[in-house]
C-alpha cells in the first residue's frame, strides 16, 4: 500500500532549482533515507512534505490525498506527520514532560489522556526517570530522546528526521540509530530520514534515494545501491568507487 507520493516535486528560490522535478513513492511501514551532500535539496524536500515550504511546482499525497502543492497546502499540524530535527528544537523553559505533552494540548487531548501517553512514551524511550528535568539538564542523546517522544505521542503516520544524529558523538550516534529504528518498527510508522552520511542511511534504511542537485540519481536497497550503483556519482557517494 503506497503511504505518501511526491509527485514532480519542485521547490525554487528565486532563479535557483533546489528541488526539481522529484518524483518519490514510499510503502506504508517503509525506512527511506534521503542521502546526498550538503546542499542537494533534502531538507528542503522533507520541509515540503511536512508542509513547511510550499512547493513550486509538484503535489505531495498522503494516502492518496493531497497535502500540497503550489496553490494549496494543509497546514503541518493538520498532516499525520512529526517531524525531528538535528538541533531537537526542545523548550528550555519547559520539562521533559512538558515538552512531550505539548503537542498533546495543542491538540485539545483531554489531562488524564495526556499524561497517560507521556509516561507510556518516556518509558519507550527509557526517561521516564528524567520526566521532571529541564533540557539543559540533560546529554544530547537523552535530548534526542525527548525529540522522538515529542514526535511519536501525537502517533503519527509518518516520521521525518532531518540529521537526528549528527550532533551526537559517534557511540551515540550507532545506539541512537537502531533506536531510531526500533521505534519505527514497533510504531508501524512510514519513515524519511534525512543524512549525508552513507553508513548511517546503509544501516537503517530499507531503500536509500541518493540526492544530486535537487534530483534523485538512484533509489534502491542499500544492497543493491551498493553492489550495482547507476552511476559513477552513486558509486561514489556509497563509497564504491572503482
Ligand atoms: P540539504 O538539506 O541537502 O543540505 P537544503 O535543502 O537545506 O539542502 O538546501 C538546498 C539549497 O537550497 C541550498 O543551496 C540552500 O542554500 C538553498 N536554500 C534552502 N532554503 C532556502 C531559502 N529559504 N532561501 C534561499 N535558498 C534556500
Redesign the pocket.
Known amino acids: 500500500m503506497d503511504k505518501l507520493q511526491l509527485k514532480g516535486l519542485t521547490k525554487k528560490?528565486?532563479d535557483?532549482v533546489?528541488?526539481g522535478d522529484l518524483n518519490l513513492t514510499l510503502r506504508a511501514g517503509e525506512f527511506v533515507s534521503l542521502l546526498?551532500?550538503?546542499?542537494?535539496?533534502?531538507?528542503?524536500?522533507l520541509r515540503m512534505i511536512a508542509g513547511f515550504v510550499t512547493p513550486t511546482a509538484g503535489t505531495v499525497e498522503m494516502d492518496g490525498r493531497q497535502m500540497s502543492s503550489a496553490t494549496s497546502s494543509l497546514p503541518p499540524e493538520k498532516r499525520r506527520m512529526s517531524m525531528i530535527f538535528q538541533s531537537y528544537a526542545l523548550w528550555p523553559n519547559m520539562t521533559v514532560e512538558q515538552n512531550v505533552a505539548f503537542g498533546l494540548k495543542m491538540r485539545k487531548v483531554a489531562k488524564d489522556e495526556a499524561r497517560r501517553r507521556v509516561g507510556q512514551i518516556l518509558d519507550v524511550v527509557q526517561l521516564g526517570h528524567l520526566a521532571a528535568r529541564y533540557p539543559n539538564e540533560l546529554s544530547g542523546g537523552q535530548q534526542q530522546r525527548v525529540s522522538l517522544a515529542r514526535a511519536l505521542v501525537v502517533k503519527p503516520e509518518i516520521l521525518l528526521l532531518d540529521e537526528p544524529l549528527s550532533n551526537l558523538d559517534a557511540n551515540l550516534r550507532e545506539e541512537m540509530r537502531s533506536e531510531i529504528r526500533r521505534l519505527h518498527n514497533e510504531f508501524g510508522i512510514t519513515s524519511i530520514y534525512?543524512t549525508?552520511d552513507q553508513s548511517e542511511a546503509m544501516t537503517t534504511s530499507d531503500r536509500i534515494a541518493v540526492?544530486n542537485r535537487?534530483r534523485i540519481e538512484q533509489i534502491d536497497d542499500p544492497l543493491t545501491l551498493y553492489t550495482r550503483p547507476k552511476t559513477r556519482y552513486v558509486a561514489e557517494f556509497i563509497g564504491r568507487s572503482n
Do not use: E, I, R
Open positions: 528560490f528565486a535557483l533546489v528541488v546526498g551532500p550538503s546542499g542537494c535539496g533534502k531538507t528542503t524536500t534525512v549525508h540526492m535537487g
